[in-house]
């Protein structure tokens, strides 16, 4: 097989790498604290919070990521006329943008399931000890709760961020230029599978780093038990 | 202040409490005081509210009506039909000045032994990090536990994490401690060590009320027995009298069973 071909591809797709890079850090940036805030509304005790919380969740999981792109994405023009083609946020398209809001907005659902089994698990008596120690509401959980959680998530939440690196690939919906849409135009251009190839072992190469770092962060939690 | 040589003044005013979870009244109508220095045990059975006393005492659940004092400051009270409970201020200042020792320790798990001691100190008390490191070492040479300060709770035995956990609920200096059952997770040989910290807190006039189903403990180391039962405190008097000459019938059934 022609090196300089394989190369040329390679450097292509690192360029659309970019952007699957870009919708992953963003993705989780927003999704990891909004799927904190979730949870909470999950488990609040005003029960309309709580409903609109569930459904809200429910519909997230329910229905595929690829069509919630579409809905950020034309929404806002087939429901309110609103045009969003030249809108941009510094040097990110509206394509991009609404590709990040829509993986936010279903990655913080899945997290928020996650965080309220962390929470939920967590002994009353965690909760009791600090409030007779004095510890504030805040306190008790910045301090003491949430540390525990985050140790108890972390495989699971670990499961969601491997699932998000290759989810990136539905961004081509929206044209957005990540990986998969480059080495999709690359492949029929070729006629040939070789850009697949390259793409599958960047997706894998990343993931293979995530795991070993999570991996890592896992066992420097494991102090205690 | 010349109520500190008072040593009448009573640390603990529980007057006529009730409390009820949904239709089951598990606290009619009670009333305890407890004066500094003073030992009082709480025994029972199981379900005659005597952790339910202790958790209304402590904060953990409110009362539905009566009042309860803690060192001077009003915890709740019932005026009229409504009870009401201090601001959030004075809470704070009535939570320091009493410590729970739970049954199953409820250490932080994440936090090695001196932080689980010292972490209120910093944090709540607002103690530098130094004053805070002292008192957190004075009481585990005290716990006869010094080697063990950065040790994590899971790698303790369960008499130690016991021992741990008075620690910190002494850290804060209370004018009195609530023990809930404090060796009721343990087996016999590690109950021993724990029994001998609070013996030695009774030795130094340490203000305690006890909930316990250690019998020749409380008979030894308390000045007063509570006997309760379905709710209301069937019995009380000196400790020694109530364990070998209890008057009601109640007590006396109990009290066979030991």
Same mark, same amino acid.
């Given at each position: ?225 | ?129 130094? %004053?805070?490191?002292?008192?957190? !070492?004075?009481? $585990?040479? @005290?716990?006869? =536990? #010094? ?33 809930? %059952?404090?060796?009721?997770?343990? !087996?016999?040989? $590690?109950? @021993?060590?724990? =029994? #001998? ?62």
């Amino acid at each position: 097989m022609d090196k300089q071909l394989i190369l040329s591809t390679m450097l292509q797709l690192l360029r659309g790498f970019e952007f699957t890079f870009g919708i992953f850090v963003f993705t989780l940036l927003f999704s990891l604290p909004l799927g904190l805030l979730v949870a909470r509304g999950r488990m609040a005790r005003n029960s309309v919070i709580s409903t609109v919380v569930r459904i809200y969740i429910s519909i997230m999981r329910g229905t595929p990521l690829m069509l919630q792109l579409l809905l950020v994405y034309f929404g806002p023009y087939y429901l309110f006329g609103i045009s969003t083609g030249n809108a941009v946020i510094g040097p990110f398209n509206y394509r991009f943008i609404a590709t990040v809001i829509g993986f936010s907005l279903n990655y913080a659902a899945y997290f928020a399931e996650i965080f309220r089994g962390g929470i939920q698990s967590m002994s009353r008596g965690q909760y009791e000890a600090a409030q007779v120690l004095g510890f504030s509401k805040s306190q008790t959980y910045f301090r003491i709760i949430l540390p525990q959680v985050i140790k108890n998530v972390l495989p699971s939440v670990a499961n969601e961020v491997i699932t998000l690196v290759k989810d990136t690939s539905l961004a081509q919906v929206l044209a957005v230029t990540e990986m998969f849409t480059v080495a999709k135009a690359l492949a029929s251009a070729q006629v040939s599978v070789m850009p697949f190839v390259v793409a599958g072992v960047f997706y894998y190469i990343m993931n293979a780093i995530i795991e070993v770092s999570l991996n890592r962060i896992e066992k420097s939690m494991s102090y205690y038990s | 202040m010349a109520d500190k040589e008072n040593t009448d003044e009573n640390i603990l005013i529980i007057d006529n409490i009730r409390k009820a979870f949904d239709d089951l009244e598990v606290l009619k109508g009670i009333s305890l005081t407890v004066a500094r220095g003073e030992v009082v045990a709480v025994i029972g059975p199981s379900g005659g509210g005597k952790s339910t006393l202790l958790r209304c005492a402590t904060t953990l659940e409110k009362i539905d009506s009566g009042k309860i004092v803690i060192g001077g400051q009003t915890l709740c009270d019932t005026v009229g039909s409504k009870t009401v409970y201090a601001d959030k201020h004075s809470l704070l200042d009535i939570r320091s000045k009493f410590g729970l020792v739970f049954q199953n320790f409820n250490l932080f798990p994440h936090f090695s032994v001196r932080r689980n001691i010292t972490e209120a100190l910093i944090h709540v008390h607002k103690q530098p990090k130094a %004053e805070a490191d002292a008192v957190c !070492d004075a009481l $585990l040479a @005290k716990m006869d =536990l #010094s080697d063990k300060a950065d040790y994590f709770p899971c790698n303790l035995s369960g008499g130690q994490q016991q021992r741990v956990s008075i620690a910190r609920a002494l850290a804060g200096n209370p004018e009195i401690i609530f023990f809930d %059952e404090p060796t009721s997770a343990l !087996d016999p040989e $590690l109950t @021993k060590g724990v =029994l #001998s910290v609070i013996r030695e807190l009774a030795a130094e006039n340490m203000t305690m009320v006890i909930v316990t189903h250690e019998m020749s403990f409380a008979r030894d180391v308390a000045d007063r027995i509570v006997f309760m039962d379905g709710g209301v405190i069937v019995e009380e008097g000196p400790a020694y009298d109530l364990v070998t000459n209890p008057k009601a019938q109640r007590t006396k059934e109990f009290l066979a069973g030991y």
